[in-house]
C-alpha cells in the first residue's frame, strides 16, 4: 500500500477513533497490513478472515476459548461481511487497548448475546458456560450443573426477570460489581497483554516472531 | 439385664406398677435378644440351668396348659413341672392364667413350648418382673452388682464354700455379661435410627410440592403445611411440640385417599389425629407406624403416589439422590444435636440416659464436624482434582502439613507461648483470648443458605475461572455479616478454596476472593481459621501486586484479621508490616491542600487500607518496632495532613498505639505530628476526636509534648469535648488527655480559663470507670494549686470525691485518694472530708492488697492529719488503727515504706500516739529500713526517725537497733531534703550520748560541718546543734578523765 492511500486511511479512521493518535493509527494499519499479507488472504475484501483473526487473538492476546474467540471476531466484524476490515481493526483494537469502561461493558455485551435480538438468553448463556465446569462423573450431572450455574448467574444479573439479559441488566450488575464484566468468559485482553502489543506495533519491531 | 432393661427399654408412660413395654422396634430387639439369651440357657449352662430362684417369676400367661407336653403334670387348668427343687416343689406351675417359673432351665422350656407365643410370653414376663435379677439371684446379688469387682466376687466365693453360691455367681456373671450386651445392642439399634432434621424434611416436602398438583401424572393433588409461621430454626410445629421432637406437620392429599395429616419429627414421619375443622386444632396423637421419610410412607398409604413416583423416578432420583447424599453425612450427628435440642417427650425421659451413653460413642466414631468436612472434600476434590490440575495448572493444591491441623495447632500455640511471655504489650487483651470453637452447635439446624453456599463453594473448587468468578460474586449477595454465612463458608470447606484462590494468577479470582474473606473475616473464628490455613503469608505477598484494588483488599482483610496476637506476628515475620508501609508511601507527595484535589483517588485509598491494616498490627510491641523502623512514623506524619476523614481515623489510631513507646513519643515530637492531632481535635468526626485525645493521653506524659498541646492550642478543644458526655469513649479519652496535660502548671492555669475544672467536677458522678480515673487524676493535678482546690471545695467536689474512696478499681482509687489528699492541704475542706468520714475510709484503704493504692493512701493522710482539728484525737479513735500503719512497715515497697514514715512522722506529732506506736514496736521498725539508698525513704524515714525520738527513751534504742550509723551515711547523698532530714534526725539522736560516739565514729562530724555551711536555715541549725551535742560529750569526756 502506498503512502497516499495510508495517509488517507489514516486520515478517516482518525475522524471516529478518538482513542488512538494519528501516529498510532498508522502503525496499527501498517501492522494490519503486514498481518494481512502474512495471512496470505485472496478475498474479494481486503482483510482478516475468521481463522487468521483467530490465530491473532490467540497468539497476540493469549485467549483459547474458542467459542469466544469466534464470537470476538463477529464484534469486531461490524459489517458482518466475515471480514475484518482496516477500519474495523482499528475500531476494535481501541476498544480492545484503550478502552474506557463503558466501551468495553458494550463489547463485551456484543461479544456475549450473538442471535442479534439484543439479548442473551438462557441458552446462550448455558452454550458459553458449557465448558467452565472440570469434567464430572458424568454428562448428565455435568449439564446440570452447568444449568444450575446459569439459574445463579440469572438470578444475580437479570433484575427484570424476564429469563434473559439485557443490556440494562447487564450493565447495572456490571457497574455493581465489576468482577461481573466478563461474566461468561474472558473476551478482553489482559492488562499485560496489552502493553506487549503496544509496544510491538508502536514501537515499530514488528518481528515474525508471532508464530502464526 | 437390670440397667438395660430400666434405662433403654421404652416403658409407656401409663403411672408406675402396670406399666407395659411399648411396642418399639427397640424394644422389640431387646426382648429377642433376651429371648434367644434364656432359650439356649438349658444348653450351654446346663448346670446353671438347674439353679432355684430365689423367688419365682411370675407373670399372667396366654398359654394353655394343652400346649405343655411331656416331662409336665398337665391338668385343665394347671401345670406342673415334674422337676422339682429339694423340698418337691415343682419349678414350674400354672393354674390359669396365673405361671410361676422358678429356673432357667424351665424358662428355656416354656420358650421353646410357646412358640409363636414367645415374644409375648417375655413381654409379660419382663413386665410383671421389674426387677427380675433380684428375684432370680436375691436382694443381697443385685446390690452386689453396683460394686461388683473380681476381688468382690472372688472374696464371696472362698467365705462360702457352698456350691450353690457359686452357681449364684456364675449366674449374677451371665446376667451382667448379658445387661452389657443388650446395653451394646440398643445402642447399635438406637444409631441406626433415623433422625430427620428440619432441613430434609423442607426439602422433602419441597420436592413433593413441586410434584404435585392437579392431572394424572404429578404423585400428589396437593401437600401443604399446616402452619405458614416458620421457626428460625425451621420447625413449625409449636414449641410445646417441639420439644417431643416434631418438626412440622403437613396435609397431603394423594389421589386415591383422603387426605391425611402427617406429623413430621425427629424420629420419622408418622400419620396424627388428623385436623379438627372447626378449630384448626391438631391431633397431636401417633395413629401409625413410624416412616423413616416422607416418601416411604405415602408409598406405603397411597398406591397412586408409589405408581406415579416411579414414573418420575428418573427426573427424581436425580436430585433425590443429591439430597441423600447431603443426608447421610450430617445425619449421625444431627441426631445427636437434635436429640440435645428437643429433650425429653414422654418416653424419651428414659430415653435421654442412653441417648447421653450412645452420643459419646458416636462423637468419638464421627467427630461431627472435622469429619463431615472431611468426607465432603474427599468427594469434591477427588473427583475432580486430577483433571482440574491438568486442565488449569492453577489451583495447586495446598500440600498440607501431615499433621493434622488441629494438633500443629496446638504445637504452634505451645511455641508461641513461650514467645509471648518475653513480648509484652500494652493493649492486647481484649480479643486475645482465643474464644473456643463452637462447631458443634451450629449444626443444629442449617439454615437453607447454608445448601447454597455449599453448592457455590463446588463451582469455585470445580469451575474454572469464568465459573469461579460467578460463584464469587454470588456468594457477595449473601449476608456475609451474619455468623451462619460466614460458618457456612467455613463448614463446607470454602475458606481452604478461598485462600487457594489467593494463590492464583488470576486477578479477578483474587479480588472476588478477597472480597469475601474481607466480610467473613469480621468473625473471630473465621479469623483464626484464616490464620491456620496459612492464608496471611498469601495476603501478604499480595501487597507487592501491581493492582491497586487487589493492595486495598489484602490490606483490609489484614486489617480484619490481625486482631490477635498469633496474626500480628504471621504478619510481621512474613515481612508484612515493612510491606504495610509501603502502601502508606502511595498518597505522599500530596501535602498542600491545594493539590489534594488532582491526586489519584484510589492512592489514598491504598494508603487508608494500608494504615487500617497498620492500625490492627501495631497492637504488638514487636510490630510497633517493626513499624518504626520500616519508616513509618514520617509516612503516618504526612498523612496526618490530609483532610481526609477515613483515613485519619487509622492513622491516629495507629499513632496511638505505638504512644505507648518511648521511642515513638520521641518520633512524634520530632514529626510535629501533636500540632495535626490538635488540628484533628476540632474535627466533627467523633472517632478521630477520641484517637487523637489517646495520642495525646499517651504523649503527654512528657513535659515538652505537654507545652506543645497548650503551644498549638490544644487546651481549649479538649476543655470544650468535656461538655459532650455521650460518647463515653471518647469522654474516657479527653478525660485522659487534660489529665496528662494538667501534670504542667501552665496548663492547669488554662483549664481553669477554660472552665474545665468546674466541668470536671460535674463528672464525678455517673461515668463509667474509665471516665472516672481520669477525671480525678486531673483533679487531682489541678488541686496542687490553692486557687483549684477551693474552686472544687465550691463547686461541691470533695463529696463525690470521697465517695468514690469506696470503690474496688486500683486505679481509680489510686487517684481518688491523690485528689483527696490535696484537697486536705485546704483546712476548710479538710473539715469536710473530716465530717464525711473520708479519713477513716482513707485509713481503710492502707489495707488494700495493692501496694499503690496503700501507698497513696498513706500519702494522702498525712495532709488530713495535719490539717484536721484534734488530729491526735481523731487518729486515735481508728480501732487497730495505728497497729495496722506500724506493720506496714513490714513492706517491701519502696513507695508504700516511704508513704507510711511519712504518716507516722504526721502520727507522731501527738506525744500519746508517739507513746502507742512505740509500743507497738516502731522503733526497731524504722531502725531496719535505715540501709537504703532510696533517697526519698531515706528522707521521710529520717523525718519518722527525728518525730519519733520524742519519745522515752527511744533516741537510746534507736542506737541500740543500729539506726545511727546509716543515717550518717545520708549526709552523702546528693539530695538536699536528705541532707535536711538526716540532720534533724541526728540532731535529735544525738540527745544520746552512746549515739554521739557511734556518728563520731562514723566520721559524721566532716560531714556535719560542710552542712553547716549550706545556705538552707534549718539544715544549718541542725547540723549545728548535732555537732554541738557531739562536741559537749567530747568535752566532758575529758573532763572526767582529767578530773
Known sequence: MDQKTLKKLVESISNTVKNFKKSEVECLLILFHSLVERANVRLNNFGLDRNAFRAILHSIFGMTNDILMNRVFFAFDKDNDNCINAKEWVKGLSVFLRGTFEEKLKFCFEVYYLNGDGYISREEIFDMLKNSLCQQSSEEESDEGIKELVDITLKKMDYDNDGKISFADFEKAVKEERLLLEVFGPCLPEAENCIDFEALAFGHILTSSFGM | ?1043
Open chain 2, 1 to 1043: 439385664m437390670g440397667v438395660a432393661l430400666t434405662r433403654s427399654a421404652q416403658w409407656s408412660a401409663a403411672g408406675y406398677g402396670t406399666r407395659t413395654l411399648e411396642i418399639t422396634p427397640l424394644n422389640e430387639a431387646i426382648l429377642k435378644e433376651i429371648i434367644v439369651f434364656v432359650a439356649s440357657f438349658i444348653y450351654k449352662h446346663p448346670q446353671e440351668a438347674k439353679y432355684v430362684f430365689v423367688e419365682p417369676l411370675e407373670w399372667k400367661t396366654n398359654l394353655d396348659p394343652s400346649a405343655f407336653e411331656s416331662g409336665y403334670i398337665v391338668s385343665e387348668t394347671t401345670v406342673k413341672s415334674e422337676e422339682v427343687d429339694k423340698d418337691g416343689q415343682p419349678l414350674l406351675s400354672v393354674s390359669v392364667p396365673h405361671i410361676r417359673v422358678r429356673s432357667f432351665g424351665q424358662l428355656s422350656r416354656l420358650l421353646l413350648t410357646a412358640k409363636d407365643m414367645k415374644l409375648k410370653e417375655a413381654q409379660a414376663c419382663i413386665e410383671a418382673n421389674r426387677d427380675p435379677v433380684t428375684k432370680i439371684l436375691g436382694l443381697d446379688y443385685n446390690t452386689m452388682k453396683e460394686d461388683t469387682s473380681v476381688v468382690n466376687i472372688l472374696d464371696k466365693i472362698t467365705k462360702d464354700e457352698d456350691p450353690e453360691s457359686e452357681i449364684k455367681m456364675k449366674l449374677g456373671m451371665l446376667l451382667k455379661q448379658l445387661d452389657l450386651h443388650l446395653l451394646n445392642h440398643s445402642l447399635k439399634h438406637i444409631s441406626l435410627e433415623i433422625r430427620l432434621n428440619p432441613t430434609i424434611v423442607k426439602n422433602d416436602i419441597e420436592l413433593l410440592k413441586h410434584f404435585s398438583g392437579k392431572g394424572e401424572q404429578t404423585v400428589l393433588e396437593s401437600i401443604d403445611y399446616t402452619s405458614d409461621y416458620e421457626f428460625s430454626n425451621g420447625c413449625r410445629a409449636p414449641p410445646w411440640r417441639q420439644i417431643h421432637g416434631e418438626i412440622c406437620y403437613v396435609l397431603v392429599k394423594p389421589h386415591d385417599v383422603e387426605t391425611l395429616c402427617i406429623t413430621c419429627s425427629a424420629e420419622g414421619v408418622f400419620l396424627n389425629g388428623g385436623k379438627t375443622d372447626d378449630e384448626g386444632e391438631i391431633n397431636y396423637e401417633r395413629k401409625s407406624e413410624i416412616y423413616k421419610d416422607l416418601v416411604t410412607f405415602l408409598k406405603e398409604r397411597s398406591a397412586k403416589f408409589s405408581e406415579n413416583m416411579s414414573k418420575q423416578d428418573v427426573r427424581f432420583s436425580g436430585e433425590w439422590k443429591k439430597k441423600e447424599a447431603l443426608k447421610e453425612a450430617p445425619k449421625k450427628e444431627e441426631a445427636a444435636a437434635l436429640q440435645k435440642a428437643l429433650p425429653a417427650s414422654g418416653k424419651s425421659v428414659l430415653e435421654k440416659n442412653y441417648i447421653n451413653f450412645g452420643k459419646s460413642q458416636m462423637t468419638k466414631r464421627l467427630q461431627p464436624s472435622l469429619n463431615w468436612k472431611a468426607t465432603f472434600d474427599f468427594k469434591d476434590k477427588g473427583a475432580s482434582k486430577d483433571t482440574q490440575e491438568e486442565k488449569h495448572g492453577r489451583r495447586l493444591e495446598r500440600s498440607g502439613p501431615p499433621v493434622s491441623p488441629r494438633r500443629s495447632q496446638l504445637v504452634r500455640k505451645s511455641a508461641e507461648k513461650i514467645e509471648e511471655i518475653i513480648s509484652e504489650s500494652s493493649s492486647e487483651s481484649e480479643e486475645d483470648e482465643e474464644p473456643p470453637d463452637h462447631h458443634q452447635e451450629a449444626n443444629a439446624g442449617l439454615p437453607s443458605e447454608y445448601w447454597q453456599i455449599q453448592k457455590l463453594v463446588k463451582y469455585l473448587k470445580g469451575g474454572n475461572q469464568t465459573a469461579t468468578v460467578i460463584a464469587l460474586c454470588s456468594m457477595q449477595d449473601f449476608n456475609l455479616a451474619q455468623e451462619t454465612c460466614q460458618l457456612a463458608i467455613r463448614d463446607v470447606g470454602g475458606l481452604e478454596v478461598l485462600i487457594n484462590l489467593l494463590d492464583t494468577d488470576e486477578v479477578k479470582c483474587k479480588i472476588g476472593s478477597l472480597k469475601i474473606l474481607k466480610e467473613i473475616s469480621h468473625n473471630p473464628q473465621i479469623r483464626r481459621n484464616i490464620v491456620d490455613l496459612g492464608g496471611l503469608p498469601i495476603m501478604v505477598n499480595i501487597l507487592d501486586s501491581p493492582h491497586k484494588s487487589l493492595k486495598c483488599l489484602a490490606a483490609e482483610t489484614i486489617a480484619n484479621v490481625a486482631k490477635f496476637r498469633r496474626a500480628r506476628r504471621a504478619v510481621r515475620r512474613h515481612g508484612g508490616i515493612t510491606k504495610l508501609v509501603a502502601l502508606l508511601d502511595c498518597a505522599q507527595n500530596s501535602g498542600e491542600p491545594s493539590q489534594s484535589s488532582l491526586y489519584d483517588a484510589r492512592d489514598v485509598e491504598v494508603a487508608r487500607c494500608g494504615a487500617l491494616a497498620l492500625w490492627s498490627c501495631s497492637k504488638s510491641y514487636e510490630n510497633k518496632e517493626a513499624i518504626r523502623k520500616a519508616g513509618g512514623i514520617p509516612l503516618l506524619a504526612g498523612l496526618l495532613k490530609t483532610s481526609h476523614e477515613n483515613m485519619l481515623i487509622p492513622v491516629v489510631g495507629t499513632l496511638q498505639e505505638c504512644a505507648s513507646e518511648e521511642s515513638y513519643r520521641t518520633a512524634i515530637k520530632a514529626e510535629r505530628i501533636i500540632e495535626n492531632l490538635v488540628k484533628n481535635l476540632n474535627s466533627e468526626n467523633e472517632q478521630l476526636q477520641e484517637h487523637c485525645a489517646m495520642a495525646i493521653y499517651q504523649c503527654a506524659e512528657d513535659k515538652e509534648t505537654r507545652d506543645l498541646v497548650r503551644l498549638h492550642g490544644g487546651l481549649k478543644p479538649l476543655a470544650s469535648l468535656l461538655n459532650n458526655t455521650d460518647n463515653k469513649e471518647r469522654l474516657a479519652a479527653v478525660t485522659g488527655a487534660i489529665w496528662k496535660c494538667s501534670i504542667s502548671k501552665e496548663n492547669v492555669t488554662k483549664f481553669r480559663e477554660y472552665k474545665a475544672i468546674e466541668t470536671l467536677v460535674g463528672l464525678l458522678t455517673d461515668q463509667p470507670e474509665e471516665v472516672l480515673v481520669n477525671v480525678v487524676g486531673a483533679l487531682g493535678e489541678c488541686c496542687q494549686e490553692y486557687e483549684n482546690r477551693v474552686l472544687v471545695r465550691k463547686c461541691g467536689g470533695i463529696q463525690p470525691l470521697v465517695n468514690l474512696l469506696i470503690g474496688i478499681n486500683q486505679t481509680l482509687l489510686v487517684n481518688v485518694t491523690k485528689a483527696v489528699g490535696a484537697c486536705a492541704l485546704e483546712p476548710e475542706s479538710m473539715m469536710i472530708i473530716d465530717r464525711l468520714d473520708g479519713v477513716r475510709l482513707l485509713w481503710s484503704l492502707l489495707k488494700n492488697p495493692h501496694p499503690d493504692v496503700k501507698a497513696s493512701a498513706a500519702w494522702a493522710l498525712c495532709p488530713c492529719i495535719q490539717n484536721a482539728k484534734d488530729a491526735g484525737e481523731m487518729v486515735r479513735s481508728f480501732v487497730g488503727g495505728l497497729e495496722l500503719v506500724v506493720n506496714l512497715l513490714r513492706s517491701d515497697n519502696k513507695e508504700v515504706l516511704a508513704s507510711v514514715c511519712a504518716a507516722i512522722t504526721n502520727i507522731a506529732k501527738d506525744q500519746e500516739n508517739l507513746a502507742v506506736i512505740t509500743d507497738h514496736g516502731v522503733v526497731p521498725l524504722l531502725s531496719k529500713l535505715a540501709n537504703t539508698n532510696n533517697d526519698k525513704l531515706r528522707r521521710h524515714l529520717a523525718e519518722a526517725i527525728s518525730r519519733c525520738c520524742m519519745w522515752g527513751r527511744n533516741r537510746a534504742a534507736f542506737g541500740e537497733y543500729k539506726a545511727v550509723a546509716p543515717l550518717v551515711r545520708y549526709l552523702k547523698s546528693n539530695d538536699t531534703r536528705v541532707h535536711q532530714a538526716t540532720a534533724q534526725a541526728l540532731y535529735q539522736l544525738s540527745e544520746d550520748a552512746d549515739n554521739c560516739i557511734t556518728m563520731h565514729e562514723n566520721g559524721a562530724v566532716k560531714l556535719l560541718l560542710d552542712m553547716v555551711g549550706s545556705p538552707d536555715q534549718d539544715l544549718q541549725e541542725a547540723a549545728a546543734g548535732c555537732i554541738y551535742n557531739i562536741r559537749k560529750l567530747a568535752l566532758a569526756t575529758e573532763k572526767a578523765r582529767y578530773t
